[in-house]
């Protein structure tokens, strides 16, 4: 049985000062939470104070992005040996924004992924289309390209030690949510496309659904079959709505 995980994306939001309130505010509220797993990820410079807030609780914290290199000259990138400095357990690779804004191709972010695994992080692999490839029918081919450059990169099996996100691009931060029929429908691709290699890492692999999930529509999502919780941009930054996306989640 997969555990539900719910993973608030901050983006690129927050100051000490109301990263500290909202915190104060979410570890309460998860404090009655049963069978599922919750994490923040938060921009570089807050780790330190995140990582302190949170260390004797129940919510993880991790990163949104990671550079596929070795430690060096490589001037405002940040390694992964310094996530693990923060006892970081997730990072969050090849979401939309980062392909989009910062031209990461599928190839960088796999060997993202690869970086963040060997090191013993938990890469978050977000795939999705954007609303052009969806209207002419290329869904499935954009998220098999996405996933393939890492199964090429890494092999199937590595698959069981992350987690996959689906964000279709037009559900970002624009209100508009998959259904949960439409999202099943992918989750179930992205599994059965996976069990093609390995049926046992299909069967384990946590696949989350993100794009303007809310308080009001996280349950009628996570109640779907390939569902396993959720990747919360701007409901994160509400510790009323993390929480309640939260208990939704909860079995
Ligand atoms: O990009 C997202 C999470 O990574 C989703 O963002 P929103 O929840 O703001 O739509």
Redesign the pocket.
Known sequence: MRAKLVVG?W?MNGNLVQNQELLTAIIPGSEGLRDIICAVCVPYPYLPAVQLALKDTHIFWGAQNVSQFDLGAYTGEVAVEMLLDFDCRYV?VG???RRSLFGEDNHTVAEKFKKAQSAGLIPIL?VGETLAQREIGETERVIEEQLDAVIKLTGANSLTQSVI?Y?PVW????GRTATPAQAQSVHAFIRSKIAKQNTEVAANVQILY????KAGNASDLFAMPDIDGG??????LNANEFISICSAAQR
């Open positions: 994306n983006k969050i979401h939309s924004e977000c996100a964000e559900a970002i931060g624009t993100g794009g303007s999930v990747l919360i941009g701007g409901a994160s």
